[in-house]
């Protein structure tokens, strides 16, 4: 069975570690702003296990001329169950999320390899691939809602 619902953003953690920061200390996975009232952080469940995590910022880009912007950052499925279409699930619960709050604009900073998917969910990238530094090569990508 597979849920979708809130988590608390250290439960983010044991997938976003060995996803997006394999072979990094732990405490690389926590972000400036996790702990905000304004963040939102969702995992999907497959049965009773955490297999995949995103999470939602209250986070204005200087790029967009939009006033309710959010961003999406750490989303993450483990590697045994990427492939399975559990990270459109977990982009389609931040998009519900965002029409519900009324924002108008979802973006995020891509990694190269993860760019396709995203494309294949509506997202644009705007401007050059660029690199964050000890993580790799990044688009930013957005998606008017």
Known sequence: MIQIKPVPAKFTHVVRHPVLRPG??????IFEGDDLS????FGLYFNEDLI???SVFENKSSIFNHPNQLQIRGMAVLEKFQG???GRLLVNEVENYAKK????LIWFNARENAAKFYKILGYEIYGSLFDIAGIG???VMYKQI
């Open 24 to 29: 990094k200390p732990i405490d690389t996975c």
């Open 137 to 139: 090569l990044h688009y």
């Open 84 to 86: 399975k279409g559990y």
């Open 101 to 104: 709050v009324k924002s108008n």
């Open 38 to 41: 304004s963040t939102k952080h």
């Open 52 to 54: 995949g995590v995103i």
